[in-house]
Every structure is written in structure tokens, then in C-alpha cells.
């Protein structure tokens, strides 16, 4: 079905367009997560207002999709509905991944720090690496239909989901063994891992679209008429 879609979307000029539009805010979205968890990961300093600036970008790209999605239906509103709904629908979890990285930098302004070394924090430097593949290879699978690696995209985003919630109950219920930590750090590390989770989970959101129907989207990979599992996050 994605691929009709693809085909689609590459010969109506609204859609391709709009089409466009989400690779590209994808790409930014990309290069937003790197220079948003910087800071905390690496100690590189980031400039406050360049976050901003490209969180309103992400937000301008949404609101262009919006717009071209609109006008192609007002002009052809009998056609290609599931089409247009996709492309929506996928600009709204590419939007939610620049709120998500804009909230991860806000995380550095308030600890002013980067990561120490702490084997909990070993645990979210690999989420972020995962997080870094999986941007590329949701890019890849939405540019190309690649069913694949969108399959890939998915089955990352559930490591990463468990590794998240792992350190959540950590840092929350095992008060003892994460005595080593301050309040503070356990309250940024419960955070940080939730917002990654929650990145992670709208880039397995995009990959859902090129593996499962419309009204599947954002759910595990499916075939025929299986429940859904609404509890996937």
C-alpha cells in the first residue's frame, strides 16, 4: 500500500510537494536530536536560540504540509483521501520529535551539566546511538517504501523502550542501589529516558506507516484482521 502511496505522491504536485516537505523535516529533525542531546552526552555547547529557531522551522514545514494537503483535496475531494491522511498524519509525529528534542536540551539548561560516567547513564549513550540509526533508517524506509527496514525501525524502537522504562523504575523504586546518585541526577535521568523513549516512539510512528494500513498506524506490524495492541508504547 505505501508504495501506491509513493507512486502517488511523486506524480500530484501538491503531494509531492508536501512529500518533500516531510523529508526535509524529517532531516532537520535529525540534525535537531544531534545538536539537542549534544550537551548532555558529549559537553558541546549548543546555542539556545538556534534550538528554538529550528523547533519554529518544524513547526512551519507542518503547517506548509497542512496546507498543500488541504489544497490537493479541495481540488480532487474524491480522491486519494488515505493518501493525504498518511502525509498528516506522519507531519504531526515529525513535529512531536522536535518538541521531544527541544525538551531534552531544555534538560542541559536546568542540570548545566553534561552526563558523569555512571553505568545507568552507559544505558541512555545507547539509546541515543540507537536513536541517531534509527533517524537514518526511517528516512530511508519513508523515502524508498523500504517494508524492511521499517520492520527495523520498529523492532530498535522496542529495545529502546525497554532499556527506557528499565531505568525509569531505577531511578524512581530502587532508591538503595541508585544511592550513588543525587535526587537531582535520578530525576534527570528518569526524565532524559523518557524523553528518548518518546522520540524513539514517534520515529517507530513514521516507520509504522510504511509497514501497517492507515488506521494501523503508529501500532505493531499486523496482517489480516489481528488486534491490535494498543498498549505497544
Known amino acids: 500500500m505505501f508504495k501506491q502511496f509513493l507512486s502517488l505522491w511523486n506524480n500530484d504536485d501538491l503531494l509531492r510537494q508536501a512529500f518533500a516537505d516531510i523529508t526535509d523535516m ?16 558529549l559537553g558541546e555547547p549548543t546555542d539556545k536560540q538556534s534550538i528554538y529557531d529550528t523547533d519554529k522551522k518544524i513547526n512551519v514545514f507542518q503547517v506548509d504540509v497542512r496546507k498543500k494537503v488541504l489544497e490537493h483535496l479541495s481540488i480532487s475531494p474524491q480522491e486519494d483521501t488515505t493518501a493525504a491522511l498518511v502525509l498528516i498524519t506522519i ?6 520529535l522536535g ?12 542540570y548545566g551539566n553534561r552526563f558523569s560516567s555512571h553505568p545507568i547513564i552507559e544505558k541512555l549513550r545507547e539509546v541515543n546511538k540507537n536513536i541517531e540509526t534509527i533517524f537514518n533508517f526511517t528516512i530511508d524506509s519513508f523515502q524508498n517504501a523500504d517494508f524492511d527496514l521499517a520492520l527495523r525501525v520498529m523492532d530498535l524502537h522496542i529495545e529502546n ?36 523513549k518518546r522520540i524513539s516512539a514517534h520515529l517507530k510512528n513514521i516507520a509504522s506507516s510504511v509497514v501497517n494500513p492507515f488506521d494501523r498506524i503508529g501500532f505493531k506490524p499486523c496482517s489480516g484482521e489481528e488486534p491490535i495492541d494498543f498498549e505497544n508504547d
Open 26 to 41: 524529517m532531516k532537520l529533525a535529525k540534525e535537531f536530536f544531534c545538536r539537542a542531546a549534544a550537551p548532555l552526552f
Open 91 to 96: 507531519a504531526v509525529d515529525v513535529e512531536r
Open 99 to 110: 518538541d521531544y528534542s527541544k525538551n531534552f536540551f531544555e534538560l542541559w539548561e536546568l
Open 161 to 196: 523502550s525497554e532499556i527506557c522504562e528499565d531505568i525509569i523504575s531505577y531511578m524512581i523504586t530502587d532508591e538503595l542501589k541508585a544511592s550513588d546518585l543525587t535526587c537531582n541526577q535520578r530525576v534527570l535521568l528518569a526524565l532524559a529516558a523518557r524523553y528518548l
